[in-house]
């Protein structure tokens, strides 16, 4: 349903080409793929599952799945976090965080996705 915001208001704000059409396609698509994500999946299994690639696009750049990644370390625990593109906030480009949705990985098992799943694992291990 969210994709589908998205794309009308692409639409009714004019600026779409056929490249905004497939980027829609491709946020639309990550978004989507989320959905199918369950707890003590291995790394492998989401990756399968969010189509690790990287899709050129002439008019703008390259978008790559995961977007980027980093590992947050905690005194005694390592969380791996890839960070997808699942929503277009302002067509203009550009890639925000809040563009973003991180998923998150303890020990190579998934362990949860989202901002406020982030932002929980950040407070509760104090990683800085």
Known sequence: MRFLIVLISILLTGCVT???HLIAEFVGTNHE???QLSDNMTK???LKIMNQETRKFPEIRS???PYYEETL???NK???VLYYYTRIVHFDGEVTNNELTPVVF???EYAGRGWEFFYYIVEKY???
């Open 63 to 65: 978008l790559r799945n």
């Open 33 to 35: 793929n989320l959905k």
């Open 78 to 80: 390592t969380f791996e």
């Open 73 to 75: 370390k905690a005194e």
């Open 106 to 108: 303890e020990g190579g």
């Open 18 to 20: 056929t490249e905004g």
């Open 126 to 128: 104090k990683i800085q």
């Open 44 to 46: 492998y299994e989401v």
